[in-house]
DNA sequence: GTCAAAAGTCTATTTTTTAGACCACAAGAG
DNA sequence: CTCTTGTGGTCTAAAAAATAGACTTTTGAC
């Protein structure tokens, strides 16, 4: 129990820094939206559907940045714009697919508890 | 491509609403933290050091609720309030787990990805 | 007597998110 | 020709959420 003990997550520490930017709402499904193959910003916000144009906007310039999707724009008009996964992006599906998994598997279990905390709290209102 | 195609998750999905829970900066954080072990309420907020009161106070009520925490209160005074990991939170280590090591793993990929990225648009300005 | 610590809550300020208008342009309907 | 739709966003104003910091209550140390 001396220094040694924990405290793995400071400010800078890499898992938090590469896990905050995935620990948005929206990072998550744009990713397994695009698992299917690639999609354009429109077609993205139909499959996503209570996303707004300027989260996407900016949740795909994020996911661009850190290298997870490619945006490729054809300079067409009207313009059309392609978001496709990285290899590095890709490569994250297995992690990410292991946690939906998990989330799949225990749902159930996280709703009955949610409701016997209701309950419980009901019965001390 | 017709219906079947994507669209895994509309609004009241069970991935969507376990991941949401555990979306936030915190909620990983804090599970990691009580990885090691049982803790007060203010040595995880030692642990995670940059939490404020209240948003430990929230994410732990909303962990609770879930069923990955157990929050046990000695009624002594001062108060004494412990915090532990339920057969479920523990259950969630290992996905999260494999989110963290793919985390530290890519680390370097998506700092390297982010330089050049700014690069980039900086040679565009 | 004074100060700190326990586990939070409450409020005011700041940040983030959302909703929705708006942009330039082109294709298709009528 | 005009009207509408669709493209990929940006901009602004309003709503929601997060943060910082004071406050509570009781005990033990000094």
Redesign the interface.
């Given at each position: 129990m001396t220094a040694e003990?924990?405290?793995?997550?400071?400010?800078q520490c890499?898992?938090?820094?590469?896990?905050?930017r995935?620990?948005?709402?929206w990072s998550?499904?744009i990713i397994?939206?695009l698992a299917?193959g690639t999609l354009r910003f429109n077609e993205l916000r139909r499959?996503?559907?209570?996303i707004s144009r300027q989260m996407l906007s900016r949740n795909l310039k994020l996911l661009?940045?850190?290298?997870f999707v490619a945006r490729k724009l054809y300079p067409e008009v009207p313009p059309r714009v392609e978001y496709t996964l990285t290899p590095?992006g890709h490569?994250?599906l297995?992690?990410?697919g292991?946690?939906?998994?998990?989330?799949?598997e225990?749902?159930h279990?996280?709703?009955?508890?949610?409701l016997?905390?209701q309950q419980r709290s009901e019965s001390n209102a």
């Open positions: 003990t924990a405290a793995p997550c400071l400010e890499p898992i938090r820094n590469v896990l905050d995935i620990g948005g709402q998550l499904l397994e939206a299917g499959e996503i559907d209570d661009e940045q850190d290298g590095l490569s994250f297995v992690p990410m292991e946690l939906i998994h998990w989330a799949d225990h749902h279990v996280i709703l009955a508890s949610r016997d905390y």
